[in-house]
């Protein structure tokens, strides 16, 4: 008999990413979220069904603040769907929400879009996943006189990047929000690599940044690319990320990623202009137009 409870964590936790692998394997697009699987891993349980004591949905959470609504995402083993145990997770998260509800979902699958409109939930805002071949033409990073690059510091940056990463994205929801707490977090990754994390400096303050993510098989993701308000007309978003393109390729990248809002049209057509075209999409439904219902 199945039943929707919170995750214990300990052996639990490899269940869940083996259900996240098994989703990810049959949609061809990864179910969770870093952020949600970095919160799995680092102890903060969700939501999951079990039936036969093996877990065949899961389902991540981020409260409300006071600027932002709740905000989760939910997956569903490819064995065991058709069962309503996607509708059972969204209820629950909406239960737990307490109030105005976001859910990701991750590669706009028709599956997605019909439990949104099942339990209406309207598309309020797009997340483009963009790639392009790391060989061809890529110009070189130009910056602005009076303008240096450096790599990033593990124990001296963390402070002026959270507080600059703020100021860049403080009309972002996620982004902007990020703690000193989320960089360490992203430190003790595997992935992580100070040296493609490159820093543009101006003045001996911090103006800009592009964060670079190495993938197996060869995929260079631009992670995060952030510039100071203060340092925009510079011309530091694309010198910046092209100095860190380069890194990638350099480092064995054969494919180059990343992720851009659909409102942001200045940043897609800079991405597009360096040669990336859409990949694929994330989808977030809210329970109206506004999100706020």
Not at 163 to 188: C, L, S, Y
Not at 198 to 207: D, T
Not at 237 to 258: E, N, S
């Amino acid at each position: 008999m199945s039943e929707v409870r919170v995750l214990d964590g300990g052996e639990e936790v490899a269940g869940v990413l083996a259900l996240a692998q098994a989703a990810a394997d049959a949609d061809g697009v990864g179910p969770l979220s870093e952020h949600a699987l970095l919160a799995l891993r680092g102890g903060r349980a969700g939501t999951a069904i079990s039936d036969g004591g093996v877990i065949v949905a899961y389902a991540h959470l981020d409260p409300a603040t006071g600027e932002e609504p709740a905000a989760g995402e939910l997956v569903v083993h490819p064995g065991h769907r058709r069962r309503g145990h996607g509708r059972a997770l969204l209820r629950a998260l909406r239960a737990e929400a307490g109030g105005p509800l976001r859910v990701w979902a991750h590669g706009d699958l028709p599956a997605a879009a019909a439990l949104a409109r099942a339990e209406n939930m309207a598309r309020v805002r797009a997340l483009f996943q963009m790639r392009r071949p790391a060989s061809g033409p890529l110009p070189e990073a130009r910056v602005a006189e009076g303008v240096t690059l450096r790599a990033f510091e593990p124990g001296r940056d963390e402070r002026a990047w959270q507080e600059v990463n703020a100021r860049a994205f403080a009309d972002h929801p996620e982004q902007g929000a990020w703690t000193i707490e989320d960089v360490r977090d992203r430190e003790a990754e595997d992935w992580f690599d100070p040296s493609g994390f490159l820093l543009a400096e101006r003045g001996g303050r911090l103006a800009g940044f592009h964060w670079t993510k190495a993938h197996p098989g060869g995929l260079g993701e631009v992670y995060v690319v952030g510039v100071d308000p203060d340092a925009q007309g510079l011309g530091l978003g694309r010198a910046l990320t092209l100095a860190g393109l380069h890194h990638l390729r350099d480092a064995g990248a054969a494919q180059f990623m990343l992720y851009v809002d659909e409102s942001n049209v200045a940043a897609v057509r800079l991405y597009e202009s360096l040669g990336f075209t859409r990949h694929a999409v994330d989808v977030m439904y809210a329970a109206d137009a506004a999100g706020l219902s």
